[in-house]
Nanobody, 115 residues
Framework: QVRLVESGGGLVQPGGSLRLSCVAS????????LNWYRQTPGNKRELVAS???????YYEDFVGGRFILSRANAKKMVSLHMNSLKEEDTATYSC?????????WGQGTQVTVSS
């Protein structure tokens, strides 16, 4: 069974930084894109960033150069370094693998940006 477990969320002041991590089990992640999404209550889940199996990165426009996505296939891990956080970044962040058999989601980790 494939599982994703996120960690690293928490409360941070505007302008601060957090590092989110997602560790997979039950799968060799190396061929897959690894994605981070976020969702706020009442809103649709939105893509934040994606890193391909070739380590090519994609970031949504709202990231604005503030986040860095990286992967470590040997550790089955994807990390999202978030800098210059804004209150509007407050959300539940989830990692995602688009497997051929269907998408796999983690349970999410809450990020709250507030003074």
């Amino acid at each position: 069974q494939v599982r994703l477990v996120e960690s690293g969320g928490g409360l941070v002041q505007p302008g601060g930084s957090l590092r989110l991590s997602c560790v997979a089990s039950g799968i060799d992640v190396s061929p897959y894109a690894l994605n981070w999404y976020r969702q706020t209550p009442g809103n649709k889940r939105e893509l934040v960033a994606s890193i391909g199996g070739d380590e090519s990165n994609y970031y949504e426009d709202f990231v604005g150069g503030r986040f860095i996505l990286s992967r470590a296939n040997a550790k089955k891990m994807v990390s999202l370094h978030m800098n210059s956080l804004k209150e509007e970044d407050t959300a539940t962040y989830s990692c995602h693998i688009p497997m051929d058999s269907g998408p796999v989601w983690g349970q999410g980790t809450q990020v709250t940006v507030s003074s």
